[in-house]
């Protein structure tokens, strides 16, 4: 009778043991889900985190036509609508370019690897302007083939929005799926032209450009033509040097940022915002971004930092 009233009381014992570790679990857990062309960056992150945070379960749920049911992070790479922000606190902690390219056996790839892109060509060859005036287009005769996004997304947004237009007025084959399903995608094409960030363009190990691909200069100084300065995609290093230096031409730059509910938060999800920004800027060359402005770095620092979240 004792033995068995003690087994009950250990069960018991082990049985609220399991409910405290489970709460401790759900507590330090955090989903993140978002643009997948950040998702290597943040990947590093996590590992890096949970090195000191071993409690930490933080995992990546990958975004696929929508985001999850439930989420505590959201990365994007374009500016939210007023009304969203309403409900969510956004802090901006890299930058990213957005890069032309193309398949690298096509004419294109030979041709314009040479003469590279001014503005007047980028809108032309990328995107439907019903105001250009016709009789000012070059005449092209080497075959190619715009691809872009399906979905509304990071990067056809900013592509689109830097030349003066929309994702809908972005010409060619539209592409489900993800960045990295366009780029796949072209390799494919010998006739494909497309655009895309670093991270997706170059061998992140070998740094140069992914085999089958040609990253195609641009008039970074606006000077209507590409000289041999303007030169600079085989190597990702020099590239993000270039693009760190000065105010570009013809590069369309936005920020990635990463928000939370501004109620009920997770307390862990903003611990590693805060472990982020103090220790994630020196990945971000290694994946293929660009450091954000260092003023406004601060800003979005000392803004995370002051955050009654609850």
Do not use: C
């Not at 000289?227 to 230096?245: H, R």
């Not at 997770?266 to 060359?285: C, I, Y």
């Amino acid at each position: 009778m004792k033995s068995s009233k003690a087994f009950s009381i250990i069960f018991a014992l082990f049985f609220l043991g399991q409910i405290v570790i489970a709460q401790d679990v759900a507590k330090n857990k955090v989903v993140i889900t978002g643009v997948r062309f950040a998702y290597p960056l943040v990947e590093k992150w996590i590992k890096q985190y949970q090195q000191t945070n071993p409690n930490s379960q933080i995992t990546i749920e990958a975004r696929t036509t929508t985001d999850p049911s439930q989420y505590d992070v959201l990365i994007e790479a374009y500016e939210p609508e007023a009304s969203v922000k309403e409900s969510r606190e956004y802090v901006y902690i890299a930058r990213y370019a957005l890069l032309p390219f193309a398949n690298a056996s096509s004419a294109f790839a030979k041709t314009y690897s040479d003469k590279g892109l001014t503005t007047e060509l980028i809108k032309q060859f990328y995107f439907n302007d019903i105001y250009a005036d016709k009789k000012n287009e070059k005449k092209i005769e080497i075959p190619y083939t715009i691809y872009t996004r399906l979905q509304k997304a990071g990067a056809p947004v900013t592509f689109a929005r830097y030349f003066g237009f929309e994702q809908a007025n972005i010409k060619g084959k539209a592409i489900a799926g993800a960045d990295e399903h366009l780029v796949k995608a072209l390799l494919k094409d010998s006739t494909g032209v497309s655009y895309s960030t670093p991270g997706l363009l170059f061998n992140l190990q070998t740094r140069k450009p992914i085999d089958g691909l040609t990253v195609l200069p641009v008039d970074i100084d606006g000077n209507k033509r590409v000289s041999a300065d303007e030169k600079f995609y085989d190597n990702l290093d020099i590239v993000l040097q270039k693009l760190e230096a000065a105010e570009l031409k013809n590069v369309p730059i936005e920020y990635i940022h990463l928000s939370v509910l501004k109620n009920n938060t997770n307390p862990e999800a903003v611990k590693f915002l805060k472990w982020v920004f103090e220790h994630g800027q020196d990945n971000l060359h290694e994946f293929g971004f660009l450091k954000p402005d260092a003023k406004r770095f601060q800003q979005e620092k000392d803004h995370l930092q002051q955050l009654g979240l609850n």
